[in-house]
């Protein structure tokens, strides 16, 4: 069976949520004999120098990328307004990178082409007409929610009615798009109904992240107590609005308790005012090497999102490290945990400080709520039985 993916980005290194969920993608379906050609976008805000991909993944595939630049300019957007495009996506379209992929269909006759994510949508047409294959359409996440709900959460007006703007064309270009896929991949059942309600007419099945639970190993004795712990990038605008918010709503209170805890924040694109918060106990760390090795040497997990779609792959992660979690009920949305068994939901300060309050005097209770999470982790979101119905459902299209 071969099958091409189309992406974004370049999913090596899969240090973050969307090259996790493509990486693990890639590798699962590796393992089921499928032979996978990859064609990323390369936008110049996630840049990857490909040269430099060391990667056993990367040495069985067939790979192809192309540069681009996606930033988003003054003009650009101005000009935007007054197009039936939205800007969001348009931007990520490029007719060299449309000539590359009609070259890769001409070089081979795939029985599968995955669109992996709405920015690459762009290049069906392309797809259409230059091949035969089966057409799958992945939603990582509800890109017109998230919108909606930062919106919802500005208060400086014109940019509000923007963000609207922005939430209302993305929203109408997959409703239009949607239904010239012969499936639809939601990451979440709630996705999967949100996609229904765009008018979705096809079959649409729920794939949610995927991890190889092998390689997420902690260590009991390792973690330093008391300390919480944030990771995400902060190029993701509701990742840097929740750790504001906590950070002026939550935290005050929280260093009262114990003179002796610490919130560790690390991820890529750390906004300067982070490294200048005022206290001792706030330790910014930047993008860092290793996410496990982070992980494993802190003990409660915190995720403080406000706005969002789609799956947190960190949660995933903390999950499966066997972390405490406490985190907003919008980012533990779609994720099968269970507020007090695997994971403690808190949508307030009066909350977080309740739930963190608990974990810092019941350590016990901290480590069991870790255990189960690893239990959930290994039971719902293992590669091998997320790929194998994949693939599955790959052959039931073939033989249509």
């Keep these: ?11 090596f290194p899969p240090k973050s949520g969307y090259p996790i969920v493509v990486y693990n993608t890639i590798k699962g379906l590796l393992r089921m004999g499928v032979d996978v050609t990859l064609l990323s976008i390369n936008p110049n805000q996630h840049a990857v120098d490909v040269d430099d991909i060391y990667d056993p993944v990367f040495e069985a595939i067939k790979f192809h990328h192309y540069n681009i630049n996606t930033e988003a300019n003054f003009i650009g957007a ?17 007719d060299e990178a449309g000539r590359l992929l009609e070259d890769v269909l001409r070089e081979t006759e795939f029985d599968i082409i995955q669109f992996e994510s709405l920015f690459v949508v762009p ?11 089966r057409l799958i359409y992945r939603a990582h996440n509800m890109l ?3 919108w909606e709900r930062l919106s919802q959460s500005e208060k400086f007006r014109p940019k509000r009615h923007y963000l609207e703007f922005l939430a209302r064309r993305l929203k109408a270009y997959e409703s239009e798009q949607i239904n010239r896929f012969h499936r639809v991949f939601a990451i979440s059942e709630p996705d999967r109904h ?32 008391p300390t919480l712990f944030h990771l995400g990038s902060m190029d993701w605008i509701p990742n840097r609005e929740g750790i504001e918010w906590f950070l002026d709503e939550v935290w005050p ?30 330790l910014v760390e930047g993008e860092i090497f290793d996410a496990v090795e982070f992980m494993n040497s802190k003990s409660i997990m915190i995720v403080p999102l406000l706005s969002g779609s789609g799956m947190r792959v960190k949660i995933l992660e903390g999950m499966a490290m066997g972390k405490c979690i406490i985190a907003t009920t919008i980012a533990a949305e779609g994720i099968a945990c269970e507020h007090g068994k695997d994971i403690l939901l808190a949508d307030t300060p009066d909350e977080f400080y309740r739930y963190i309050l608990q974990c810092l005097t019941q350590p016990r209770k901290w480590r069991a ?3 189960e999470a690893r239990k959930t982790a290994e039971r719902e979101y293992d590669i091998d039985g997320v790929s194998q119905r994949m693939f599955q459902v790959y052959q039931q299209l073939l033989n249509a």
């Design 1 to 11: 069976m071969k099958t091409l993916f189309i992406t974004n980005r370049v999913p």
């Design 78 to 94: 101005l000009f935007n307004i007054f197009s039936n495009e939205s800007y969001n996506v348009s931007r990520f379209f490029d």
């Design 123 to 133: 290049y069906l047409d392309i797809v259409k007409a230059n091949s035969k294959a």
């Design 144 to 146: 017109f929610d998230v």
């Design 194 to 225: 949100h996609i229904i309600k765009l008018g979705c007419e096809t079959n649409v099945d729920v794939f949610p992240v995927s991890l190889d639970i092998n390689e997420y190993k902690s260590d009991a004795l390792q973690p330093n107590f």
């Design 253 to 282: 209170d929280i260093e009262e308790l114990n003179s002796e805890l610490r919130f560790y924040i690390a991820g890529r694109n750390m906004p300067r005012k982070f490294f200048d918060y005022d206290s001792d106990n706030v």
């Design 369 to 371: 709520i870790g255990m």
